[in-house]
């Protein structure tokens, strides 16, 4: 079948280009031509934009779950429901994110996903995120302290088999010891190693980079905090171009400031656009669980007991509205930082991440206010705003 999707402003990593219609057959896009030059009585299908905005899928690369729901419960049933909220809001793909737990709950979490087999008529789920148990306790934030420990290779390795090579992501702690052993094998299976709930100074969090760490995970939020004499993990986040950085942009997480540090630090190429979401997304205001902890959650904003930040109720589409409306990106430069950079990151950007011949036909329909309108995952629309 051969679908035809025209009258749309096609979102580039670098610009908007207007007049072009994009062709999809096998669930891959096949061409990008001007309109003009497609014969559609030839077609099967022909979709008309509207004059919206074309972009690739966004792809949330950090969230433990949505719709009460979370990966820690280990059923199929969740992750069917956190991929249909996901869809709803132009996540086309994403990694199953695993909280610091009892090991037994986190290999139990890690089979449920490596198992899982996607639907059709649904969000993607693409890999794993393991945010845990390496940390350091001084920065745990919302991580349970009864399950924090120190770096384990023996464990990981049982791990990553476990996940039948869907372990994409793992965090930790640089500075621990027995962390660089970890890190290393995690770099030799083209898992990424990323710093997170850290304490480390700048020479430890820039040995960590130097042995294999491309990711910071939820930038400023559970690291050490900088000082103009020791500018710790941030510094080297921010200026270490090897570095990719996450941010929870939701007006909670970060001051806008800080989010115009890392853009302008970092430029739009390395900044990643992430949820953190926790089950509460998408849900009322009220009381939730993150890790086997009760969460509270006030206006939006998700805290444990103590008021330390639990994850959040953010989706990538009012992370990329933020981007547009409150630090005035363009449209296409807040589109990368959730379709692209993710990608490049997790190294899936051969066949996701932007619209191009040859690549995934996983993308979305939104209007100039980031409303999304439709979402095509394989080339198959399946899910229409009523």
Known sequence: MEILIKNVNIVTPYEIVHGYGVLIKDNIIKEIEKEENFEEENLDNIIDGKNGFLA?????????????????????????????????NGVTSFLGTIITSSYEDMKNAIKNIADYENKKDNSQIIGIHLEGPFFAMEKKGAQPPEHIKGPNLEEIKELEMLSKGMLKVVSLAPELEGASPVIRYLKSKNVVPAMAHSNGTFEEAKKGVNEGITLANHLYNGMRSFSHREPGIIGVS????????????????????????????????????????????????GEYELGGQKVFVENGAARLESGTLAGSTLNLRDAVYNMVYKKNTTIHEAVRMASLNPANVIGVDDRKGSIEVGKDADLILFDKDINMLASIVGGNTIWLKN
């Open 238 to 285: 921010l200026t270490d171009d090897r570095v990719y950085c996450e941010i929870i942009y939701d007006g909670i997480h970060l001051h806008d400031a800080s989010v115009e540090v890392a853009l302008r630090t970092k430029g739009i190429g390395k900044v990643i656009l992430v949820s953190d979401a926790m089950r509460a997304a998408g849900l009322q205001d």
């Open 56 to 88: 690739p899928g966004f792809i949330d690369i950090h969230n433990h779950g949505n719709s009460g729901y979370d990966f820690m419960d280990s059923t199929e049933e969740a992750i069917d429901n956190i991929g249909k909220f996901h869809l709803k």
